[in-house]
């Protein structure tokens, strides 16, 4: 997005309340990311977990929109994005509620004591394909580290009864995704599809997951509109985060 260059540089993104370092990270700050941080439901969040948090993207917009008493985990496999995200951590406004781990998830769960009332992740979705730049690229956008059905297995491990896991897929992905979800006993209350604009077809989902049934919301968001200027929707969702807005 042309818009964003004012702030994004080649080492990282400034928001309005933080900036991310994302130099040592295989992914950068995008858009995906930071739908979903806006996205997610925080009414009556406790605490928070990152699965995969990358550059600690995810960490810091939910610093940012919950209460001061809420602290966040982040989680991250790979040693130097998590030194990475220690230090985005470390160097933001709310560096006393965020503690990142350089950890596999699936391990860190069968330790963990507590139980949380958001789980977010902006997980790896491709199945493995054309060689990737590194190793650590690879890791973070190939299933091969950390499929599905093993990131489904370790939240369902830390939910809390009424929390939720949200997600953000390709659409394809991302319904397989709920499917799959579904048949182990979850249960789909939000969904959002996303699309470019009004003329194409959605190219992301974002879902919301719970363990507890209750009432089914979804919606759709368009990124742009007719004239290619961002949709009131998309300017509404990130408005907080984004300074061109």
Request: charged share 20%; aromatic share 10%.
């Amino acid at each position: 997005m042309s818009d964003q260059k004012a702030v994004l540089r080649r080492d990282g993104f400034t928001f309005k309340q933080f900036f991310v370092a994302h130099d040592r990270c295989a992914m950068k700050v995008g858009t995906d990311g930071t739908l979903l941080g806006a996205w997610v439901p925080v009414v009556n969040v406790k605490s928070v977990l990152d699965i995969g948090t990358g550059s600690g993207l995810l960490a810091l917009m939910l610093a940012q929109r919950t209460a001061d008493d809420v602290t966040i985990e982040a989680v991250e496999l790979d040693p130097v994005a998590a030194e990475q995200a220690a230090e985005n951590a470390k160097g933001c406004r709310w560096a006393s509620r965020i503690n990142v781990h350089c950890a596999d998830i699936r391990e860190w769960a069968q330790q963990a004591t507590q139980r949380y009332s958001l789980i977010v992740s902006n997980p790896p979705f491709f199945e493995q394909g054309s060689s990737c730049a590194s190793p650590e690229r690879a890791q973070a956008r190939y299933t091969t580290t950390l499929d599905h059905q093993a990131l489904l297995s370790s939240a369902e491990q830390l939910i809390a009864e009424e929390g939720f896991f949200c997600v953000i897929m390709p659409e394809t992905a991302g319904t397989a995704f709920s499917e799959l979800a579904k048949s182990q006993g979850w249960h789909v209350r939000y969904r959002t599809d996303v699309a470019d604009n009004e003329t194409r077809l959605p190219h992301r989902v974002m879902l919301a997951l719970s363990p507890t049934g209750g009432e089914y919301y979804s919606d759709r968001l368009v990124i742009r509109g007719p004239d290619q200027t961002y949709s009131e929707g998309y300017c509404s969702l990130t408005q907080d985060f984004y300074l061109f807005m």
